[in-house]
T-cell receptor
Framework: ETGVTQTPRHLVMGMTNKKSLKCEQH?????MYWYKQSAKKPLELMFV???????ENNSVPSRFSPECPNSSHLFLHLHTLQPEDSALYLC??????????????FGPGTRLLVL | TQLLEQSPQFLSIQEGENLTVYCNSS?????LQWYRQEPGEGPVLLVT?????EVKKLKRLTFQFGDARKDSSLHITAAQPGDTGLYLC??????????FGTGTRLKVLA
């Protein structure tokens, strides 16, 4: 049990659908992250939130829209995705976020397939 | 663009064998981490190394940070099937920035 949960675990969507991924951390951390893990690329950091404020956006297409309503919850809203967006989407949290090389605690991920 | 190159990419060995995984970069980092990811799960931190030349041991796993802080290695002694997984090195080039290595997928056969 890592203290970070993600739902759903699996998702299949068409290119015209809108869906949301949810992440919840029970660790009392202040920073939360979205990562994309695809078969042929290293784990890619997408977004970083610290104290509910977005502090990093790594050139992610606008069809991905994050939301952090409080320090325990993080959402990734998806719309008009492309087949190449199919991947494992991982959420993580860490204590502070501002200190370099903190320990990140990952959720189990949402396996997304875009048809 | 800062990259972390891992080798080998895939490794399949018999139980009881030893192995070494490498993580290399052309950039200098203040510290480096190793994570292990099992199927259906997210990565879990194994160790953080912070000093050039540092060696850390975690049971049968030995981690080393290069003197120049550009590379690291993970050595597993007497591998067991429970060591099977994806091994990832990671570094932080700055605040709120993280990069991960290309990964080494290890399979240990009983």
């Amino acid at each position: 049990e890592t203290g970070v949960t993600q739902t759903p675990r699996h998702l299949v969507m068409g290119m015209t659908n809108k869906k949301s991924l949810k992440c919840e951390q029970h660790l009392g951390h202040n920073a939360m992250y979205w990562y994309k893990q695809s078969a042929k690329k290293p784990l890619e950091l997408m977004f970083v939130y610290s104290l509910e404020e977005r502090v990093e956006n790594n050139s992610v297409p606008s069809r991905f829209s994050p939301e952090c309503p409080n320090s325990s919850h993080l959402f990734l809203h998806l719309h008009t995705l492309q087949p190449e967006d199919s991947a494992l989407y991982l959420c993580a949290s860490s204590q502070d976020g501002r200190r370099i090389q903190e320990t990140q605690y990952f959720g189990p991920g949402t396996r997304l397939l875009v048809l | 663009t800062q990259l972390l190159e891992q080798s080998p990419q895939f490794l399949s060995i018999q139980e009881g064998e030893n192995l070494t995984v490498y993580c290399n970069s052309s950039s200098v980092f203040s510290s480096l981490q190793w994570y292990r990811q099992e199927p259906g799960e997210g990565p879990v931190l194994l160790v953080t190394v912070v000093t050039g030349g540092e060696v850390k041991k975690l049971k049968r796993l030995t981690f080393q940070f290069g003197d120049a802080r550009k590379d690291s290695s993970l050595h597993i002694t007497a591998a067991q099937p429970g060591d099977t997984g994806l091994y990832l090195c990671a570094a932080s080039p700055g605040t709120y920035k993280y990069i991960f290595g290309t990964g080494t997928r290890l399979k240990v056969l009983a």
